[in-house]
Nanobody
Framework: QVQLQESGPGLVKPSQTLSLTCTVS??????????WSWIRQPPGKGLEWMGS???????YYSPSLKSHTSISRDTSKNQFSLQLSSLRSEDTAKYYC????????????WGQGTQVTVSS
């Protein structure tokens, strides 16, 4: 059974870069044709898809976040990661990793999420 688990700091300062990792167990991130996404949910707001990395390593980002978002992977560890730079308080959210069947679509398997607070 495939499972996803997010990890990373719970508190980061404004202007810093957030790094989160999603560890996948029970299945390979290189398996065709799965896409691995990052999604976030700020307090009191809806879900926001941030970007995805595909089974072949290709990436696609939300246009509104593309300038300060990067997604990468480590196939040897079966992990994929999110980097979000130039943090602001508005980036405070619960961050999720998920598996889907397209870039940000058909997200059918989710991690439990990790809370990130941006504050000085």
């Amino acid at each position: 059974q495939v499972q996803l688990q997010e990890s990373g700091p719970g508190l980061v300062k404004p202007s810093q870069t957030l790094s989160l990792t999603c560890t996948v167990s029970g299945g390979s991130i290189t398996t065709s044709y799965y896409y691995w996404s990052w999604i976030r949910q700020p307090p009191g707001k809806g879900l926001e898809w941030m970007g995805s990395i595909a089974y072949d390593g290709s990436t696609y980002y939300s246009p509104s976040l593309k300038s300060h978002t990067s997604i990468s992977r480590d196939t040897s560890k079966n992990q994929f990661s999110l980097q979000l730079s130039s943090l602001r308080s508005e980036d405070t959210a619960k961050y999720y990793c998920a598996r889907g069947e397209g870039f940000g679509t058909s997200l059918n398997l989710w991690g439990q999420g990790t809370q990130v607070t941006v504050s000085s």
